[in-house]
């Protein structure tokens, strides 16, 4: 394109492409929502399965609890106090932690606290503690707690780390304590059975359920304690001194205030996209359990339970999202603006060859073809706009009409032939343009004959002058050795005619006289205006 459609479409292109603009960035901006729904509803339905997963394992292993204490050998030591069934009780443990494979301990203890039977995991090779090795279990929490519970209920602690000794166990082990009491036949309460599940487990499975949701999965105790974290560093504060501010109140107060206040929901802060949901794994309609005893409240938490599953997405990724989200949009938005550039330039490309063409057409209809001069409806046009002008000055306007004819000119084209005589028409024409003034209009009417236009002359002495000077510069040619003269009539406004069909026939006139007196010279016409 040229410099002038270069700045049409400047111009004019911006105001074309905002629609495009502001749609894309509509576009972005609901992309930018539909990511965070998608990213809500995803991680809504990660948490919310992680605590429905966890709370009806929790479930099998109560079920697991109340079984045990319904065992045979166990119901006939209660009844018969022989210490001899306590080696099958072992055995019926054994087996259920060998097969199992979930459960760190498995607790028979007497009424006083005293364990009777125990069982360990032992990383995978169970065995049966030997009796010098059982422990008092009277001073731990969920031996009182279980204790003071009643037929077909279930008491559960919350998770913590598995203390041996009176030191938190290495590696860490998570375990949650389920607790039943036993009762004999005459309904006095004769111990507890006590199930330690590996607590990892629950956690493997609330990681596992909210592994396809992106961001970094986490679960929490009632106090905001980390028993999951993609920190490790974070986890289990609240069992070592010195640790109390491994909190989420504490390092995202904003998220555990809004925590606190709904069951479930999302959160952006500074720190990225946080979605929560708050579960209570102890709830009836988590546990079949609870329909089969007929009690709504067969599981008991020590102190109340509460879990929250969380998934945290930082703000680095989700940036990283709406950035690609914007790349994608902006490289479609580009793509789109520069096609429509492409067709805007085509169309302005096309408008401007329409109009050159156009204006080449109209140059055609008002210029003589073989001079390049105005033709005789160009020329007239010309000359009619200059008597209009003339016309409106309250001062006398002249303006002088020279009609001339050439001398000569059939002779060059019958003996040099039309190709020269072509030549002679183009060297006159411009002969009349280059000696013509600023303002004045050269045309052609036809064979041989040209008219001048001559506007704002002073005097008719100056028309005569101008003519005069044309016909020599004319007279100057020669054409292997053939020239041309030059018969000149000349009619000037106002002072020969003021009506402008008078003034030509005038200049016509005296053109004739030119010819048919000599040749070669100029005529000023000896008419007057008619009032």
Sequence with gaps: MDRALWIQFWKTFPFLAIFPIVL???AYRWGIAEI????ERDQHTAVEAAAVATARRLNGIAAVTLML???????????TGDRRLLGQIAREYLNVARYARTYDDLHFIDAQGKELVRVNFNDGDP?????????DKSGRPYFADTMAHGYGEVCVTPMDLNIERGEVERPYKPVIHLGTPLFDAQGRKRGIVIVDYLGQILLDIAKTAMAHAPGETMMLNREGYWLLSADPGRAWGFMFPGHEDQRMGILYPAVWAAMQQAE???????????TFFDSDPLKPQYHPIAEATGDPEALHGHGGHRWYFVVHLPQAQLEAMRIKALVVIASIGIFVVMLLAAAYQKILIDQNARRIRRTQLERRAQVDTLTGIANRAAFEEQLAQEHERAGRWRHEHRFALLYIDLDGFKAIN????????????????????????????????????FVVMLADVPDVQTAVAIAEKLRARIAAWSWSGFRVGASIGVAVYPDHAKRLGELVRLADEAMYISKTEGKGRVTVSTGHPHH
């Design 24 to 26: 894309f960035a509509l």
């Design 36 to 39: 965070h729904r998608d990213l």
């Design 69 to 79: 204490r319904d065992q045979n050998e166990l119901t006939n030591y209660l009844a």
């Design 127 to 135: 065995s049966v503690v030997p009796e010098a090795e059982l422990q």
């Design 264 to 274: 479930a929901g999302h959160l952006y802060t500074e720190d990225g996209l946080f």
């Design 414 to 449: 019958d003996q040099l032939g039309h190709h020269m005589g072509d030549q002679v028409l183009k060297d006159v024409a411009d002969t009349l343009t280059r000696n013509s003034r600023k303002g004045d209009a050269v045309g052609r009417y036809g064979g041989d004959e």
